[in-house]
């Protein structure tokens, strides 16, 4: 069985701030981990995903996550915060296909001006 | 430009009706999913196809049927006996592989009348 608790359902930062949006899972087997991010009204598009490469991950719109086995988090880091950042994010832990990953209930991410 | 196409983009319901979610995509993949999302909720997955003429059962199937005739569809009925439909539905499509990631639809809301 397989899970995912992303802690915190609102974040808000401040324009220019870090942003950390944080994310455990569990897992029977090494996991393939992503983050998807979803504008108003629209499907989810691919952050970045964990595959058993490198341990820190660099994605789109300068995003990047570290995986931490004995912690067994992904958290979702961006040094700056931009307006246009603000949208909900879902991590996911795939399952034994694609469509079958567990996603996460969301954070929603506020940026202030 | 390859990707997946959800129409229409908004859907009213009558009570006792059956209605269908079309989803399209150009992308050659071999797996296409549906999901649900609800406010503050992650996806739940309702019906996966993995190959033409061959579909099952999610999470949540109970009350929508769906249909894999060709490659490039997998329409999404939502019928009467789905009794608490409102709500975002997401088509996805992907890959076989270890490390297929998903890629969405711009989903379509459907509400009760």
């Known amino acids: 069985a397989q899970s995912v608790t992303q802690l915190g359902s609102h974040v808000s930062v401040s324009e220019g701030a870090l942003v950390l949006l944080r994310c455990n899972y569990s897992s029977s087997v090494p996991p393939y981990l992503f983050w998807y991010v979803q504008y108003p009204n629209q499907g989810l598009q691919l952050l970045l995903k964990y595959t058993s490469a490198a341990t820190l991950v660099k994605g789109i719109n300068g995003f990047e996550a570290e995986f931490k086995k004995s912690e067994t988090s992904f958290h979702l880091t961006k040094p700056s915060a931009h307006m246009s950042d603000a949208a909900e994010y879902f991590c996911?832990?795939?399952?034994?296909?694609?469509?079958?990953?567990?996603f996460g209930d969301g954070t929603t991410l506020t940026v202030k001006p | 430009d390859g990707g997946i196409t959800q129409s229409p983009k908004y859907l009213f319901r009558k009570e006792g009706q059956n209605v269908t979610l079309s989803c399209e995509q150009n992308?050659?993949?071999?797996?296409m999913y549906w999901y649900r999302q609800d406010p503050g909720q992650g996806l739940r997955l309702i019906y996966y196809s993995q190959i033409v003429n061959d579909f099952q059962k999610g999470d949540i199937a109970e009350g929508y049927s769906v249909s894999r005739e060709k490659k490039e569809s997998f329409p999404l009925t939502v019928t009467s006996a789905q009794k608490n439909p409102t709500a975002f539905y997401l088509c996805a499509s992907s890959n076989p592989g270890q490390e297929e990631k998903l890629f969405f639809g711009s989903g379509t809301q459907l509400s009760v009348l």
């Open positions: 992308l050659n993949h071999d797996a």
């Open positions: 996911a832990v795939r399952g034994p296909n694609a469509g079958k990953s567990t």
